[in-house]
């Protein structure tokens, strides 16, 4: 990469004038006139027949246009869509409404069409449903057990999939342990809560026939071919504006039967209609996370060596597969070894069907749960035999020189420097300090925790596949228009993108507008996730810049009349070797060449290019975190004293930003640690649905972050970025937890499962007196 | 349902006056933004919990989403439109930008109003202070820190502003 100006530099972003003035334009915000608006009733039971569905009295209530049920619509809407999955995968068929049975607390029945929301909202409450309760299943251990109720009947169980991995000698490995370390752990179900829930307009316009569709969505592009299929209609007639969208966190990387359901509901009624989805539906019906409930076996030597891990776990899908449903589950798989040397590794996932709204990814999918895993697992054999966690990680990492590294779940890690981050991080912290006082204060009766967390994760998705599109040209105006698939929703783009541009073609940042989020002007792309967006969406942008900057060579040859071996390239100025001051710029050849009638054949007069980059490989960031707690056994409160993460995503293109990812990163880890759990009782019930609670970390729940970098570059693109929109929420999680149970180690503690809340820390303390070296994990 | 009479309420929003009439039922949020056009004024969770709604109903921060529109008869709106003077943006809404303080963007008009009630109160507010004023307004994107940062910034912005504004009174009384 040459030396860049703006690659690098603390830039503030082009999104915010907009954004703090109250001005963007979330779909919510969208106003078209002669707006229909819907409603959709939602399931109050967790699995029951649907005897009968009676819309007469909602039909007649003034204001109200129309309703349709599951049975009306089931043969002019596809069902929702499922990607990925192995050969043992069992798809049941997920309609947009449910025809003749419900298996979750608020899968949709019926939609209300209003003239307003409040009409539409009135209408719902004359729907008379007549349910006959099916036996529930709400615990996904239980769902496997034979003689469980099952919840589709087409297959004689409720296994959704399973799969095996193996690699290595796992006999050889247990049997010359000295030590086997065994750990039950819960990765509870989380909802991802975007502040802004989801959303959707539609609009048919017969005399264009197109069906345009605005929804909170970080995939325009999937949800637009998705949407064609669904309802059978050429995909050049259907138009995806995602417009500004608040927040996704996986939660809006999905189709969803909202979408689809408006989209039909605008082509037949020929008027546009609206949909804005409440919290407590977003809690029922957008998907969550994690849901996993594992055994772990580690075979250990005495010096702390880990010679092979085995981990079997049931993951807990909800009554449907989502879009990547099944994905999930195997990135736990593909990431086990975390940051370290482990010969043999085996993971068995059971993948089950359970009555709840489905799992899918959330903030991390996978990573995180594969991270807990192995980070809590270094922690217990640490304890077990009685060296510091510190040690442990030291002893098992694989070296810098080592990278490319193979794990044995056969992935390949890009580059790494896991010993540096992790001293940046103790030194930081200062450990050795933190050690004696935690000392000190325990004979105080003060317990304080010391956690880390040596992560890496799989970023940029990625090779197979997942590419991305960008486009770059200047216009005879000398602006540039720059066009990406990454669809974002909140990471900035439009500033970072505009930097790797600016830098390329040494042209002005404000000469430059990035446009994303519109199928009808960026033709093609995959979308915002895995932290991919600039890894494999800049990446794009990068090569597109350069082609055009290749272009403009043979242009500026053909002006200038000399060979473009004889051209210097600086600040965006081909210039005469010899001869600087003739010379011109990208931006006035992109003028000249607009009117030039005579170029030769071979020249293209477009100064134009597109790029669809796909990588070779994935990316794997990593760091450090180290979280310092004070727990107070009288009240079970858990006080975050200091919190230092190192991590490394390689090169970096704007520092804000990735502060900002990182930042926001550990605080959602952290309310997975510390607060979130989303509930269901054994009915199916929903125990967590409005934000009072389920609890998301509050500005006051934190202390100030103390961040920190290393720079290991990724060979996989000519960027060297690696990622960051994920990192932080993978690594942060396992440092609280380890941090918690350290402080609690007086106590006889050796772990928890999440979330620490007062109550659950309280109890464990009140039962101080009992035997110590318990184990507190939640049994069902 | 029997439909409810209609009720007339005269509002004042970022200074001006705007009479309609509405269901009595209708949330003061809805008559910014359906009624109004305000659209920065976002609604999270109308539970009053997240906060994102959040206006100056006669100079104090409420959330929108649990307010009646016929509650607000006669009162004086400031929503986030309203903050900045014309082209000059305000102190908080300068910070936020500098400190990148916002991600998606969602939480921002009701974090930069809560901000304001408290910087009307309480013009230096120490780290923990800002914290716990913040703690009904839900950000899902930053951690927070840097929405922390830009009310630090904001203030000492301020202070200058008002120094600022003090000396050139002093210079203005000396001629």
């Known amino acids: 990469m040459p030396v860049s100006k703006l690659v690098g530099a603390r830039i503030k972003r082009r999104e915010d004038p907009q954004l703090i003035r109250g001005a963007g334009r979330y779909v919510d915000d969208v106003s078209l006139p002669d707006t229909l608006h819907v409603a959709i009733l939602r399931s109050s039971h967790a699995h029951a027949t649907i005897k009968s569905i009676d819309t007469d009295a909602a039909r007649q209530l003034p204001g109200v ?84 109720p099952v919840i589709h009947s087409e297959w004689p169980d409720n296994v959704a999939f399973r799969s095996e991995q193996k690699q290595g000698d796992l006999t050889k490995a247990f049997k010359a342990a000295d030590k086997i370390v065994t750990q039950r752990l819960v990765h509870q179900r989380l909802a991802p809560i975007a502040i802004e829930p989801r959303g959707v307009v539609a609009q048919y316009l017969s005399s264009d026939n197109e069906l345009t569709v605005w929804s909170s969505t970080q995939i325009p592009h999937m949800l637009k071919s998705h949407l064609a299929k669904m309802l059978k209609l050429p995909e050049n007639q259907v138009r995806v504006i995602a417009p500004d969208v608040g927040g996704g966190f996986g939660s809006k990387l999905n189709v969803y039967a909202e979408e689809a359901l408006l989209a039909y509901l605008a082509l037949k009624l020929n008027r546009p209609v609206k949909w804005s989805e409440g919290r407590r539906e977003n809690i029922q019906a957008t998907i969550h996370g994690r849901g996993q409930v594992g055994e772990v076996e580690a075979a250990v030597k005495k010096d702390g060596t880990i010679l092979g891990l085995k981990y079997k776990v049931i993951a807990d899908i909800g009554a449907y597969h989502q879009l990547f449903t099944p994905a999930i589950p195997p990135f736990t798989g593909l990431m086990l070894s975390g940051c370290y040397k482990i010969p043999a590794i085996g993971v068995e996932v059971a993948a089950v069907f359970t009555n709840k709204m489905s799992t899918d990814a959330y903030r991390g999918a996978g990573r995180p749960e594969a991270t807990y895993v192995i980070e809590r697992m270094i922690d217990r054999v640490a304890q077990e035999l009685n060296l510091d966690v510190v040690k442990v990680r030291k002893k098992n990492f694989p070296k810098p020189t080592e990278f490319p590294f193979k794990t044995a779940t056969g992935v390949a890690y890009d580059s790494g420097n896991y010993q540096l981050a992790l001293s940046k991080a103790l030194k ?300 932080g929420t993978i690594g942060s999680t396992p440092a609280i937890v380890n941090a918690v149970v350290d402080a609690l180690a007086p106590f006889g503690v050796t772990h928890i499962d999440m979330p620490l809340t007062p109550q659950k820390i309280w109890t464990l303390c009140q039962a101080t007196k009992a035997p110590r070296n318990r184990s507190v994990s939640r049994k069902s | 349902m029997d439909a409810v009479a209609k009720k007339r309420v005269s509002i004042k929003v970022n ?161």
């Open chain 1, 428 to 727: 930081r912290s200062g450990y050795e300090k933190l050690r004696r006082d935690q000392k000190r204060l325990r004979s105080q009766g003060r317990y304080l925790g010391i956690g880390l967390s040596t992560y890496v994760e799989i970023c940029a998705m990625g090779p197979k596949g997942m590419w991305e599109y960008g486009k770059v040209e200047v216009e005879p105006t000398g602006k540039v228009t720059v066009l990406s698939g990454a669809s974002p929703h909140g990471q900035g783009q439009q500033t970072s993108f505009a930097q790797i541009v600016a830098d390329q073609l040494g042209v002005e940042m404000d000469d430059i507008t990035v446009i994303h989020g519109d199928t009808a002007v960026v033709p093609k792309g995959i979308g915002t996730f895995g932290s991919r967006a600039t890894a494999v969406g800049g990446v794009a942008i990068y090569k597109a810049a350069e082609k055009v900057k290749e272009k403009a060579r043979d242009l500026a040859s053909h002006l200038l009349e000399v060979d473009s071996e004889d051209l210097n390239f600086s600040d965006g100025r081909f210039s005469v070797k010899g001869v600087p001051k003739k010379g011109l710029t990208i931006q006035q050849i992109a003028r000249q060449i607009h009117a030039a009638q005579n170029l030769p054949k071979k020249l293209d007069p477009r100064l134009a290019a597109e790029s669809q980059f796909e990588p070779s490989n994935f990316t794997f960031p990593f760091g450090t975190h180290v979280c310092v707690v004070e727990v107070e056994p009288e009240t079970g409160r858990v006080e975050i004293k200091k919190y230092v993460a190192v991590d490394d995503c390689g090169k970096v293109i704007n520092p804000l930003l990735v502060d900002g990812q990182v930042q926001g990163g550990i605080v959602q880890g952290l309310g997975q640690a510390l607060f979130e759990e989303v509930v269901y009782d054994e009915h199916g019930q929903l125990l967590t649905g409005s934000l009072m609670d389920y609890a998301v970390p509050r500005a006051a729940d934190l202390p100030r972050l103390n961040l920190a970098r290393t720079e290991t570059p990724t060979p996989v693109n000519p960027l060297g970025i690696k990622g960051i929109g994920e990192a």
């Open chain 1, 65 to 148: 246009v129309t309703v349709v049920t599951g049975a009306e619509i089931k043969d002019q809407i596809a069902p929702l869509p499922v990607s990925g999955g192995n050969e043992t995968l069992r798809v049941p068929r997920h309609d947009v409404l449910a025809v003749d049975k419900v298996c979750h607390v608020g899968q949709g029945i019926a939609a209300v069409v209003a003239d307003d929301r409040y009409m539409a909202e009135d209408a719902l409450d004359l729907i008379r449903v007549e349910y006959e309760s099916l036996p529930v299943v709400s615990d996904p251990e239980k769902a496997l057990v034979p003689g469980s």
């Open chain 2, 15 to 175: 200074g001006v006056e705007h009479s309609h009439q509405v269901e009595p039922r209708l949330l003061l949020v809805h008559f910014l933004r359906d009624v109004l056009g305000l659209t920065g004024t976002h609604i999270g969770c109308e539970t009053s919990i997240c906060g994102a709604c959040t206006v100056m109903l006669d100079d104090t921060a409420v959330k929108s989403c649990t307010v009646l529109a016929v509650q607000a008869d006669g009162a004086d709106v400031m929503t986030i439109e309203g903050l900045a003077q014309g082209e000059k943006l305000h102190p908080l809404q300068e910070a936020f930008w500098e400190c990148h303080g916002l991600q998606c963007g969602f939480c921002t008009p009701g974090m930069i109003l809560t901000a304001h009630q408290l910087l009307m109160r309480n013009p230096k507010p120490t780290e923990n202070e800002i914290r716990h004023a913040l703690d009904g307004n839900l950000c899902r994107c930053t951690g927070y820190q840097h929405i922390v940062d830009a009310v630090q910034l904001a203030t000492k912005k301020m202070s200058r502003n008002v120094a600022g504004s003090r000396q050139k009174t002093k210079g203005n009384r000396h001629r």
